[in-house]
T-cell receptor
Framework: DAKTTQPPSMDCAEGRAANLPCNHS???????VYWYRQIHSQGPQYIIH???NNETNEMASLIITEDRKSSTLILPHATLRDTAVYYC?????????????FGTGTRLQVFP | GAVVSQHPSWVICKSGTSVKIECRSL??????MFWYRQFPKQSLMLMAT?????????EQGVEKDKFLINHASLTLSTLTVTSAHPEDSSFYIC???????????FGQGTRLTVV
């Protein structure tokens, strides 16, 4: 699976949009971009995934560049409960019988 | 939705003893489960893949005789840390993907402290 690069930390004001970038310049054509987050001392939580097109669900939006070498996770209205470590992962399969390899992630701090 | 449960949430044990951690998929069957370890302020490191009905697959550098994995049924995998030492103190997390699903479900984690 391709390697990802994320900034180690970011801050965001409550109520504002949080934009978390991820570089995956070596991504292959059949690899998907997944985002998970981990709130302190809990197991990771799935957020969203995509291949080429932008995706949106009740939690977030995922913007993937046309060349697919980078993506941005957007939390439209960040709350204090969104404070967590966010992991960007690229992997071949959508079916989760394959393992997830976590990088270092971005520690997002949402402040009042 | 699907839920994965780990037990215990935390455990303290003495050096040299063994500790068993359970991972259960509560409303779906999981032929494959994954075990991770996480040290403070670090990312999750995959330890092994647990396969129902067959031997677990361990990642490079993980001692299979020290971290025993048993996937006894389609809803239960166990990780036993044998002859625990203080350096084994860590946060252990399991994951159980639902076959055909797009997301992996994680347990709440088990914090192991070896004294």
């Amino acid at each position: 699976d391709a390697k990802t690069t994320q900034p180690p930390s970011m801050d965001c004001a409550e109520g504002r949009a949080a934009n978390l970038p991820c570089n995956h310049s070596t991504i292959s054509g059949n690899e998907y971009v997944y985002w998970y987050r981990q709130i302190h001392s809990q197991g990771p939580q799935y957020i969203i995934h995509g291949l080429k097109n932008n995706e949106t669900n009740e939690m977030a939006s995922l913007i993937i560049t046309e060349d697919r070498k980078s993506s941005t996770l957007i939390l439209p209205h960040a709350t204090l409960r969104d404070t967590a470590v966010y992991y960007c992962i690229v992997r071949v399969a959508t079916y989760n019988t394959d393992k997830l390899i976590f990088g270092t992630g971005t520690r997002l701090q949402v402040f009042p | 939705g699907a839920v994965v449960s780990q037990h215990p949430s935390w455990v303290i044990c003495k050096s040299g003893t063994s500790v068993k951690i359970e991972c259960r998929s509560l409303d779906f069957q999981a032929t494959t489960m994954f075990w991770y370890r996480q040290f403070p302020k670090q990312s999750l490191m995959l330890m092994a893949t647990s396969n129902e009905g067959s031997k677990a697959t361990y990642e490079q550098g993980v001692e299979k005789d020290k971290f025993l994995i048993n996937h006894a049924s389609l809803t239960l995998s166990t990780l036993t840390v044998t002859s625990a030492h203080p350096e084994d103190s860590s946060f252990y997390i399991c994951s159980a993907p639902r076959t055909g699903g797009v997301e992996a479900f994680f347990g709440q984690g088990t914090r192991l402290t070896v004294v």
